[in-house]
């Protein structure tokens, strides 16, 4: 198969290879964000047990299947517990859902136009950043669109694997497996009649003994009134809804994004000016019910409850707007090859110029969202060994998510201290980063008014500060 393609494809080897270039630069980054939790915390109470699959400790259970604790515990087994074993281990999921995207982008615009199809997505700062970490939403992204080709070529071997990593991977990739049974109810039931038991009854069955075993095992499902994460389940108040219908609207013009809406408007534009009916958008149908069945079940959780609404969850609707511009655009009758390439061209440095956008300190930014965070790395680093040359311990220094855990969980270092959540009062150091949504700039700007800053460091989008008592 691999074969075929760089025989047949050959631009598109350029593509892997720049994945793999990608993959070699990021290699010994540390663990970040709810990688933490969800691959390295995970993956070593797996490791820890030499792979015995078991309820995993109340305190770092998400409710998630832990496919990827699992998945790194077992490389960790094969090859050694370290950095760069995890971010290798995440390029067979990069490559697939690249050349997803190539094949989807020949299906829907043809071969000459499905490299920028490529290009738009993997310059997507969401998609950018998580391939980055060691993440399951790149694994949730790689099975989605393996997915999405098979529902466009109605491929039940592909879709059936492609369905089964959804519903093994996160509870938000069986959503979007309820997402494709519903776009086959309203586009093709005959298909659903006759195939639909063959391609969704393994996932669906993995994923129903799954939850039953987690149930059994924990006495709950997604989460419990105890979970660190259980004020983000909480129901939505009326005030608090229309608070998340702006935070999502956000999240659709945020990192780039608004360039894709301002194309569709031009796009649209020219529709109406030609008084050409909606009908005659080129647009494949099917699409377009599959992404309003991903909208009504992604965005209605959003909606629903407190804080569902980084941008990670909204992945597969992104990658399915990507591919409904892209089609629309190559496919436009009205504007010449050349313009469309100009378009393209834009739209894509739009989205890589928006990885290096950076929220003012005391706004809350999605970190793991674009490849800005990626400076944090070596700036935490630095500010450890600061510390450490000044004997320094961390029990006496505070800071914040995510820098909070233990070296071992962040670095597999093997240090099983870490820093203590901020209090002024109990606190004789503080280690400040921009990439610490839990610190505001009021309680940064005390530390700055009555404390003594040791320690400063500025790297492209991150900085990091030190203050001593």
């Not at 939403?137 to 089964?164: E, H, K, P, W, Y």
Request: proline share 5%; with cysteine; charged share 15%.
């Amino acid at each position: 198969m691999i074969r075929s393609v760089f025989r047949m494809d050959a631009p598109l080897a350029f593509f892997l290879l720049a994945a793999a270039g990608f993959i070699w630069l990021v290699q010994y980054d540390p663990f970040f964000w709810d990688t933490i939790q969800l691959a390295s915390k995970h993956a070593h109470f797996f490791y820890e047990h030499q792979l015995r699959w078991a309820p995993l400790p109340e305190a770092v259970d998400s409710g998630h299947p832990p496919l990827i604790g699992y998945y790194l515990a077992t490389l960790w087994t094969l090859f050694g517990k370290t950095l760069p074993v995890g971010h290798w281990g995440m390029l067979p999921f990069l490559w697939l859902a690249m050349w997803m995207m190539f094949r989807l982008g020949k299906k829907t615009g043809g071969t000459l136009w499905a490299y920028w199809l490529v290009t738009l997505t993997m310059l997507d700062p969401v998609m950018l950043g998580q391939s980055a970490l060691v993440s399951p939403d790149l694994m949730l992204a790689a099975f989605f669109l393996c997915s999405v080709d098979a529902f466009l070529g109605r491929n039940n071997a592909q879709l059936c694997i492609g369905l089964i990593g959804l519903c093994v991977v996160s509870m938000r990739g069986m959503m979007c497996t309820a997402a494709f049974f519903a776009a086959f109810l309203l586009t093709d039931r005959r298909y659903l009649w006759h195939h639909g038991w063959k391609v969704f009854l393994p996932g669906v069955a993995l994923a129903s003994s799954f939850l039953y075993w987690h149930w059994e095992a924990t006495g709950w499902i997604g989460y419990h009134p105890g979970s660190p994460w259980a004020p983000a389940f909480q129901p939505a108040s009326i005030g608090e809804m229309f608070r998340n219908v702006a935070i999502i609207g956000w999240r659709w013009l945020d990192f780039g994004r608004f360039a894709l809406w301002i194309c569709l408007g031009g796009l649209l534009w020219t529709v109406i000016k030609k008084q050409r009916p909606i009908a005659s958008v080129p647009i494949d149908k099917s699409l377009l019910v599959l992404f309003a069945c991903l909208f009504v079940l992604l965005d209605l959780s959003a909606l629903r409850y407190h804080n569902l609404s980084a941008h990670r969850y909204f992945l597969p609707l992104f990658l399915m707007f990507h591919l409904i511009v892209f089609q629309w655009i190559v496919k436009n009758r009205d504007w010449s090859t050349r313009a469309k390439k100009w378009v393209l061209a834009v739209i894509s440095a739009a989205l890589a110029l928006s990885n290096f956008q950076v929220y003012p300190h005391g706004i809350s930014m999605d970190w793991d969202a674009t490849a800005a965070h990626l400076p944090y790395h070596e700036i935490r680093a630095q500010g450890l060994l600061f510390l450490k040359n000044k004997h320094i311990p961390l029990s006496a220094t505070g800071s914040a998510f995510p820098n909070i855990n233990t070296g071992e969980n962040i670095a597999l270092d093997g240090d099983q201290s870490a820093c203590v959540p901020i209090d002024t009062a109990t606190n004789q150091f503080i280690f400040l980063s921009n990439v610490f949504n839990d610190v505001s700039k009021e309680e940064r700007a005390y530390l700055q008014k009555h404390w003594k800053m040791i320690w400063a460091q500025h790297r492209a989008t991150v900085w990091g500060e030190i203050y001593q008592k």
